[in-house]
């Protein structure tokens, strides 16, 4: 009995390999440069040719055809077969068989969710939520920083009762998200609980940024700039956070990347350009037919100013990309432990009906032709943290010793 059913679930993933080797010689749609967790985008329609492997398709598609005849003939509950699941999870298995943990299938209806993680933002107000046991209800966590939700004055811990009039409970977390989400400039009516008292709020989506740079004085004249992730206009925010720093009287920079997985390749390659002089290169690149590209800053430097760079074990991908620009070129001191070790590139090709392949096209490689991938970046100041910091997602300034560092090395 044991056997048979292995025999009928290899047959069901066998059938609906014919539909990703259908979508992968449609067309493909490479629609916006981004990286996430290391991923670049790319920006021109494609559409791959099939004429080569047309043969073995063919005789795929014959074997597949046997197989499909066979479960129709046998199998006991195919008319319950829901094919398109079938479908989605044969496709995600055929990709995940590559072995490659950056390379993967995504469903149609997890694309829109998909992309906006990506560029990390959103529209909607700005709220993220968990559930409540204890009241049945969905609890607001806390408000990202100058989002509509935090301006309007929802705050964390508040219990979400109703959104625009129809009430919610703990069950409805997963969906709720998607009515409080909308259009841009529209309005959503929150009825929020507090310490017992209810309390309504109209409030206008906004597009939210998800991860903003956050900044502040140090003594000396020092800017320190902490920067999570590169997302979408990532570029020009850090360009304004920096005139902001000079404004204020700063006269060197802290660069704080410690914690950033990455983002959108394009932004930390702008960022470069903003720091290192006209010509310098920033990353090469090399893909499947080892055809080699560098990526050069473009424009004089708008910021001349003495930097250091703050990175850990977590920093990567396209934070790996700035820091090693800004090593190589000796452009900042690096300071902290050495970096993840992500040293290649995703595009993310749009499939004919919705979905998605974010797959590895390109290994990139240091100014100075090094590899880093499964390496990471050395930095030129190794500092631990103490063992009394109980994580590095949250560290007391008194006790930053990587930061005290960076202060030390620009006064």
């Not at 997890?110 to 933002?121: D, L």
């Not at 009287?249 to 390659?269: F, P, Q, Y």
């Not at 991938?373 to 190794?382: A, F, L, N, R, Y």
């Not at 997602?393 to 006790?399: M, P, R």
Request: charged share 30%.
């Amino acid at each position: 009995m044991e056997e048979k059913k292995n025999r009928i679930y290899k047959t069901i993933m066998l059938i609906v390999l014919t539909a990703f080797v259908t979508f992968i010689f449609t067309v493909f749609w490479m629609y916006s440069n981004y990286e996430q967790n290391g991923e670049l985008f790319g920006v021109n329609e494609k559409q791959e040719s099939t004429d080569s492997k047309l043969s073995s398709v063919s005789n795929l598609e014959k074997y597949l055809k046997r197989v499909k005849a066979t479960i129709d003939k046998y199998y006991l509950w195919n008319n319950e077969i829901d094919e398109k699941e079938l479908e989605q999870a044969a496709i995600a298995g055929y990709v995940a068989g590559l072995g490659d943990e950056y390379t993967e299938f995504i469903p149609s209806e997890k694309m829109k969710e998909y992309k906006e993680n990506i560029v990390g933002n959103f529209v909607g107000i700005g709220i993220y939520m968990i559930k409540d046991e204890e009241s049945g209800r969905v609890l607001v966590y806390y408000p990202i920083p100058e989002s509509p939700a935090e301006k309007a004055g929802i705050k964390p811990g508040d219990l979400i009762i109703s959104v625009d009039g129809k009430e919610y409970f703990a069950s409805d977390l997963e969906n709720i998200s998607k009515f409080i989400k909308g259009e841009e400039n529209t309005k959503v009516n929150l009825e929020i609980e507090r310490e017992g008292e209810r309390l309504q709020f109209e409030i206008i989506r906004e597009k939210i940024n998800t991860n903003p740079i956050t900044i502040k004085e140090l003594d000396g004249n020092i800017g320190y700039l902490r920067l999570p992730s590169f997302d979408e206009n990532t570029s020009e925010d850090f360009k304004e956070k920096v005139n902001e720093l000079q404004n204020r009287g700063a006269k060197s920079l802290i660069i704080d990347l410690r914690n950033n997985g990455g983002g959108i390749v394009d932004e930390a390659t702008e960022i470069s350009d903003l720091l290192l002089e006209k010509g310098k290169t920033i990353i090469q690149t090399k893909d499947n037919k080892q055809k080699q590209q560098e990526t050069k800053s473009k424009n004089d430097p708008q910021f001349t100013m003495p930097i250091v760079a703050l990175v850990n074990e977590n920093s990567a991908s396209a934070s790996e990309i700035l820091v090693c620009s800004l090593k190589d070129n000796e452009r900042a001191k690096i300071v902290g432990t050495k970096t993840y070790g992500k040293g290649i590139i995703q595009a993310l090709l749009s499939l004919s009906d919705g979905s998605g392949l974010k797959i590895t096209t390109e290994e990139y490689y240091t100014p100075n032709g090094d590899s880093i991938h499964k390496v990471g970046i050395e930095p030129d100041e190794k500092v631990d943290l103490p063992d009394t910091v109980r994580s590095i997602y949250a560290v007391n300034e008194n006790e930053d010793t990587q930061l005290q560092k960076a202060i030390e090395l620009l006064k």
